[in-house]
């Protein structure tokens, strides 16, 4: 059985108090059998795993640096992370390939650095409106997983789970429809299983992002290769970010 999987990414909002806030809120919420994780402010992760010390909410990283340490302004490594109990980050956030120019060289070095100093990554990837309009989104998924976590050895993957976002759903209000993310999601499976049969393809959870609301989490949810969310924009209101938990269970 796959693992259900909500992650909350809250990008770059809520201050302390706000963050304080927002944890107590969910702290109230129902767990269900879903994984539920949530992404705070670098700043702020110490300060959310401790108010989530007996929790089973997950917190975990936006990001993280491909090198160990050193002089390197700004950056968060993966031992400083551990360091302080945090085990699991995103890697290749459509924001982080726009703003900050990652590209798949990078999150391939990302990728394999983070997974062999004993993390696990959500990686993100998904074509831009330009790529869907002309026909070219699963060509163009592909390379991005080709150029990236398809060249990892097997062993790698056991610490992998994968998000497909639509560059064009992303804070957009715009979803792509359950259909369509079942589409790609049976074919990002059908390109892990090509490359290393279906006992890994199989448990490997593929997530949707791209304006996950209460309204249509359900329906998305439902379809067979979607294993869950990455949720921003409505992971930063406690219910509805309940509601989109439970709409998993
Ligand atoms: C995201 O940033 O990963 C995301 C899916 O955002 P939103 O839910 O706001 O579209």
Redesign the pocket.
């Known amino acids: 059985m796959r693992k259900k999987i909500v992650a909350g ?1 809250w ?1 770059m909002n809520n201050d302390l108090d706000q963050t304080i806030l927002l944890i107590e809120e969910l702290k109230k919420n129902q767990i269900t059998k879903v994984n539920v994780m949530i992404a705070p402010s670098s700043l702020f992760l110490k300060t959310a795993k401790d108010l989530l010390e007996d929790s089973p909410i997950e917190v975990i990283s936006q990001n993280v640096h491909q090198k160990s340490n050193g002089a390197y302004t700004g950056e968060v490594s993966c031992d400083m992370l551990k360091n302080i109990g945090i085990s699991t980050t995103l890697i290749g ?3 982080r390939r726009a703003h900050f120019n990652e590209n798949d060289f990078v999150l391939l070095e990302k990728v394999k650095f983070a997974i062999d100093s004993g993390m696990n990554i959500i990686f ?1 990837f998904g074509e831009q409106l330009k790529d869907r309009k002309s026909n070219k989104h699963f060509d163009v998924v592909k390379s991005q997983l080709e150029n990236t976590v398809l060249k990892l050895n097997s062993d790698f993957w056991k610490n992998i789970i994968l ?1 497909y ?1 639509p560059v064009w ?4 209000g715009e979803t792509a429809s359950a259909e369509q993310a079942q589409e790609m999601h049976e074919f990002v499976r059908n390109c892990i299983s090509k490359s290393y049969g279906d006992i890994v393809s199989d448990k490997v959870s593929i997530l949707y ?4 609301k209460p309204s249509n989490a359900i329906e998305i949810f439902s379809k067979k290769d979607v294993d869950g ?7 930063l209101v406690a219910s509805d970010f309940d509601e989109i938990v439970k709409a998993n269970s």
């Open positions: 990414n990008k956030h459509s924001e993100c998000a976002e759903a992303i804070g957009t992002g791209g304006s996950v969310g990455l949720i921003g924009g409505a992971s």
